[in-house]
């Protein structure tokens, strides 16, 4: 466990750190790793140890490189083993080789496999877009330095209907996509800083950073530009309501900030289709 851990922790310290400061490690310790076996010498062999920085360098850089340096360990502990003074020097060396390349591409598939699960785990699954937890963290952060900064931020509470009617007549796997298509063509019109995410079923929360008023309006004109590109040509057109509130206050919470556009969403819901309130805090 306290193996696991050091592990951990060692990995953890590795992902704060640049590319460069990484590769220097797993070269550093690679070379060592060579050295010490050359002391050691022929009667112990050290070729596990060269999995250390082996794994190091498949966990953060490309699978290609990571099979390089694989190589070049080899060749190291090749030649701080003497192997070449042995009979079936081939058949060893290509079994060392082939034992490091294969544990390379474990650890860089794992890497990909993690990436993915981490990335999962922070979207809805149908839309690709964050999922509350995921947003609730980001966005916390982002008005806390909104408000150190005294900047203007904007969220957008957005609600679309029409879903049940394409469920009801095409089925649950067209409407499935019709959301998805709908989101995707939301997502197109943000900014990279902007944060999107599905509150569940079909409705949306869209935090602005940096944005005033007018700004937000400009943002809702897009995001209805977007729902119509999509609506045109299918059957069942889906229809919207928008609830818009911009802050410049300092302690706002990001609870406070949804419940105030949540508000201003029923209240333009309540006039009917298409429609948008607006509100400011200051």
Same mark, same amino acid.
């Given at each position: ?71 070049? &360990? ?172 911009? &802050? ?29 309130? &607006?509100?400011?805090?200051?």
């Amino acid at each position: 466990m306290m193996q696991q851990s050091f592990v951990i922790r060692m990995f953890r310290y590795l992902e704060r750190q640049s590319k460069g400061t990484v590769l220097a490690i797993a070269i550093v310790l690679a070379i060592m790793t060579a050295a010490i076996d050359v002391l050691v010498g022929t009667d112990y062999s050290l070729a596990l140890f060269y999995l250390i920085p082996i794994s190091i360098m498949a966990w953060f850089f490309e699978t290609l490189y990571a099979l390089i340096f694989s190589i070049i &360990c080899a060749f190291a502990w090749f030649y701080a083993n003497e192997v070449y003074t042995r009979d079936h020097v081939l058949w060893v060396m290509l079994t060392n080789i082939g034992y490091y390349l294969s544990f390379s591409v474990i650890v860089s598939r794992i890497r990909v496999l993690y990436d993915h699960q981490l990335f999962s785990a922070k979207r809805d699954q149908l839309t690709g877009i964050l999922n509350v937890t995921t947003f609730n963290e980001y966005v916390t952060n982002d008005i806390a330095l909104m408000n150190r900064g005294k900047e203007w931020f904007s969220l957008v509470y957005l609600g679309l209907e029409g879903f049940k009617e394409v469920n009801r007549s095409q089925g649950y796997v067209a409407g499935d996509t019709l959301l998805a298509a709908m989101v995707s063509s939301i997502s197109a019109q943000l900014r990279k800083t902007d944060k999107f995410a599905r509150l569940g079923g079909a409705e949306f929360v869209l935090f602005l950073p940096s944005t005033n008023i007018s700004a937000a309006n400009d943002a809702v004109s897009k995001i209805k530009n977007a729902i119509a590109s999509v609506n045109r040509g299918e059957e069942h057109a889906i229809s919207y309501n928008i609830g818009l509130v911009s &802050c410049l206050m300092p302690n706002m919470t990001l609870e406070k900030l949804v419940a105030r556009a949540k508000k201003l969403y029923t209240e333009a819901r309540g006039k009917g289709k298409g429609g948008v309130a &607006c509100g400011i805090v200051q």
